[in-house]
């Protein structure tokens, strides 16, 4: 198939998780066989901080404008197979109007913060997708699954919605023989409704063990911020470097946003990626988690600081070392990227 993706950015991994998902299922459907054109705004913020420019498993084209865009590349869009709009497209639904108007293939909204989204829209505050656009698209690719599908064909009139999840690229992410330099450690960009979990789960319990060592890895994190002194601040790790960064954590933390976790069956991205690498992944608590990874057995959970602290100072390091095992092959079986183009695959060509 030739497909067209508009997303916010395959070139740059800065400050964003669409990137590695984009690279990672992306690669695996031009491994398929299918002929990918990607759609990025030239937008300042990545432009200095591209690490991957050039993609070779598909054609990347930055434009400044849509009205270039349309008018050079309309008859290629128009001609298409499929055409995917992801969330927080710049000017997300005048590009979805077009789309929706002008493709002659298959049209999907690939939604990777659809809590998010849905939030907006219950506003009609979303800048990327307007209410009266979803029932245009031929199908809603969402990152969040269970309950939260129901409510995009039955509240939103979408005709087909599907979950497709974030996933894992195992040629990345995988385990590495280096010795563990941290006891827990937390690799995300900053959120304002994440940082009372970090705070809970990770500032006390590293304020309260001062023999323990402890690390956060992400942008945009407030410079007000006082970090504990036993914990090392990263500003930023591209996907090259996450594999060493988790294999160097006894431990490692996963955060879900609040509308996430109010939504439930919303995996992160972050999750597979310390799974993938067989460490062992402490998170907090969201409906569908399970169906996951089962708790006890390929995750650990914990509420406070008090519940971590007690995994971190006194967990078995034999059972330590078999949840991360026991998580890596639940990820490899079902989550890795390509898993995830094959989904996407059976979507476009069965509904």
């Not at 009139?157 to 992410?173: E, K, N, Q, T």
């Not at 590293?206 to 601040?233: C, L, M, S």
């Not at 939504?263 to 998170?283: D, K, M, T």
Request: negative net charge.
């Amino acid at each position: 198939m030739k497909i067209v993706v508009f997303g916010l950015s395959i070139t740059s991994s800065w400050g964003n998780g669409h990137a590695t998902t984009y690279r990672g299922l992306l690669r695996e459907m031009a491994g398929r066989g299918h002929d990918i054109l990607f759609l990025e705004r030239d937008a300042r913020w990545y432009a200095a901080h591209r690490d991957l420019p050039d993609p070779s498993f598909c054609k990347t084209l930055l434009y400044s404008s849509l009205e270039s865009l349309f008018g050079d590349y309309g008859a290629e869009i128009r001609q298409a197979d499929c055409v995917l709009v992801g969330s927080y497209v710049h000017q997300g639904i005048e590009v979805c109007r077009w789309v929706t108007q002008n493709a002659k293939g298959l049209t999907a909204f690939y939604d990777i913060d659809t809590p998010v989204t849905l939030a907006a829209l219950a506003k009609d505050d979303c800048m990327y997708l307007s209410r009266d656009l979803i029932p245009s698209f031929d199908m809603y690719l969402s990152f969040t699954g269970g309950p939260t599908l129901n409510e995009i064909e039955r509240r939103y009139g979408s005709p087909a919605a599907r979950p497709l999840y974030c996933s894992v690229d195992p040629l990345i992410h995988h385990p590495l023989q280096v010795a563990p330099k941290w006891d827990l450690g937390y690799l995300g960009t900053y959120s304002g409704d994440r940082q009372p979990g970090l705070e809970q789960l990770l500032c006390r319990p590293a304020k309260a063990w001062g023999e323990g060592r402890f690390v956060v890895a992400g942008a945009q994190y407030p410079p007000e911020i006082a970090w504990p002194k036993n914990t090392h601040r990263i500003e930023h790790l591209p996907p090259e470097s996450h594999s060493e960064f988790y294999c160097s954590q006894r431990f490692t933390l996963n955060l879900t946003r609040e509308q996430m976790q109010l939504a439930g069956f919303s995996p992160s991205v972050r999750l597979f990626e310390a799974a993938a690498c067989a460490v062992p992944v402490i998170s907090d608590r969201w409906p569908g988690l399970d169906q996951f990874f089962v708790p006890g057995e390929e995750i650990l959970l914990a509420s406070g600081s008090d519940q971590m602290l007690g995994i971190l100072k006194d967990f078995p390091e034999d059972e330590r070392r078999a949840v991360g095992e026991r998580a890596r092959e639940r990820v490899l079986h079902s989550h890795t990227a390509a898993c995830r183009a094959e989904e996407l695959e059976g979507y476009l060509y069965y509904g």
